[in-house]
């Protein structure tokens, strides 16, 4: 196929601004790929999740009989084996299931954490 002289500078152009207006959309524009839109997705579905569920954690420790010496116990130890503390404790297990959510129960070291 030949093309001729006049429209290979137009050709060229096109292919040009279609890949400048690529680079430009997936790096300032906001566009993603079908995986980058379906992993955020993802990840907020799991931080509402976490977010909803944490204070049922808080309610599960709050009604233990022994959770003043509980808080104190989280507070002594370091921040990073707070969240198996938690799930040891089996607050973080949610009713229905027969195992703790590890980001439920990082969330909830932290709300227990805040309480005095």
């Known amino acids: 196929m030949k093309i001729s002289p006049s429209l290979k500078p137009a050709l060229l152009g096109a292919l040009g601004g279609a890949v400048a207006l690529a680079i430009l959309g997936f790096t300032w524009g906001g566009w993603v790929t079908a995986g980058s839109a379906q992993r955020n997705a993802s990840n907020s579905a799991t931080s509402a999740v976490v977010a909803a569920l944490a204070p049922i954690c808080l309610v599960q420790f709050q009604e233990k009989s022994d959770n003043v010496l509980q808080l104190a116990a989280l507070k002594k130890i370091n921040s990073y084996d707070q969240t198996s503390f938690v799930e040891k404790a ?13 980001g439920v129960a990082k969330a909830c070291a932290v709300l227990i954490g805040n309480l005095k």
Do not use: D, Q, R
């Not at 089996?90 to 027969?98: C, H, K, V």
């Open 90 to 102: 089996g607050w973080a297990t949610m009713p229905g299931n027969t195992e703790p959510s590890s």
